[in-house]
């Protein structure tokens, strides 16, 4: 059973930037292609970026490109999400998951962009 944690999200400023991380207890992910997704109040959740199981391929959401950047830290064996640019629009709680969700979803990280 894989429990997802998410850390790292904070209060920023437009413009600046955060760093998430997804680590998993109970067994890890490394086998997987791995996503980040967000979910802004009211609304559905959405697909950021994802990072196959090597690290040599990522995919972002058009909202996204060139903002933020996904990698895998298999020293720690957590999948990262670099976020600089910061916009209000980015304000939501950040997850992560496989691009299609086999695992419980975790509580997430709030990250909020202040005008």
């Known amino acids: 059973q894989v429990q997802l944690v998410e850390s790292g999200g904070g209060l920023v400023q437009t413009g600046g930037s955060l760093r998430l991380s997804c680590a998993a207890s109970?067994?890890?992910?490394?086998?997987?292609?791995m996503s980040w997704f967000r979910q802004a109040p009211g609304k559905e959740r959405e697909f950021v970026a994802a990072i196959n199981r090597s690290g040599s391929n990522t995919y972002y959401s058009d909202s996204v490109k060139g903002r933020f950047t996904i990698s895998r830290d298999k020293a720690k064996k957590t999948v990262d999400l670099q976020m600089n640019s910061l916009k209000p629009e980015d304000t939501a709680v950040y997850f992560c998951?496989?691009?299609?969700?086999?695992?419980?979803w975790g509580q997430g990280t709030q990250v909020t962009v202040s005008s």
């Open positions: 998951n496989t691009p299609v969700p086999i695992f419980d």
């Open positions: 109970g067994r890890t992910f490394t086998d997987y292609t």
